[in-house]
């Protein structure tokens, strides 16, 4: 776990434990999701009644998903990272890679956190729905937001680490 002492330590533990929470409930979204695509396809191949909207909320689940984990994947530090480049790198230039990251996915989680809230206040005033089981759109956004704002906030705790760490070297 990235910084001092794992998910749960320090005071912003709460904040590790709910990002690790987060990515959880993205795995649990992601198992709904097989099992709908499961009674679908039984459904289907058995009784030729598929699961009716399996496709809309398999997209939705899946984005819901994706998102769910990047907070985790930056707490941890298990985002992709070119070790080719780094790996002859002093420990040092390695600190200041790892924070130059850190603020890269602070901007990215900012700059999609900006851009997709305005896109959800579209979604929800034009009245967008799904086709089939005329799901808002714009409630798959409300997930996606959250896990944006604890992307930021990740970055926020893995850039003070690896500040920390690039002082140290």
């Known amino acids: 776990m990235s910084g001092a002492g794992g998910v749960g330590a320090g005071p ?21 999701l097989v099992l709908v695509n499961v009674v679908s396809v039984v459904g289907t191949a058995l009784l030729a009644t598929p699961f009716p909207g399996d496709v809309e909320l398999t997209e939705m689940g899946v984005a819901i998903a994706a998102f769910a984990f990047l907070p985790y994947c930056q707490l941890v530090g298990a985002n992709v990272v070119a070790d ?11 600190a200041r890679l790892a924070v130059a990251g850190d603020l890269v996915a602070l901007g990215f989680a900012l ?10 206040l579209d979604q929800r005033a034009y009245g967008y729905t799904t086709a089939i089981l005329q799901i808002p759109v714009w409630w798959a956004f409300v997930p996606v937001l959250a896990s944006l704002l604890l992307l930021a906030v990740a970055a926020l705790l893995t ?9 140290r070297r």
């Not at 700059?111 to 959800?120: I, K």
């Not at 850039?159 to 002082?167: M, V």
């Open 12 to 32: 912003e533990g709460p904040v590790r434990r709910l990002v690790v929470a987060w990515a959880v409930a993205g795995g649990l979204v992601l198992l709904a």
């Open 84 to 94: 080719i480049f780094t790996a002859r790198a002093t420990p040092r230039t390695r």
């Open 111 to 120: 700059l999609l956190l900006w851009r997709m809230a305005l896109g959800m």
């Open 159 to 167: 850039l003070r680490d690896h500040l920390a760490e690039a002082r």
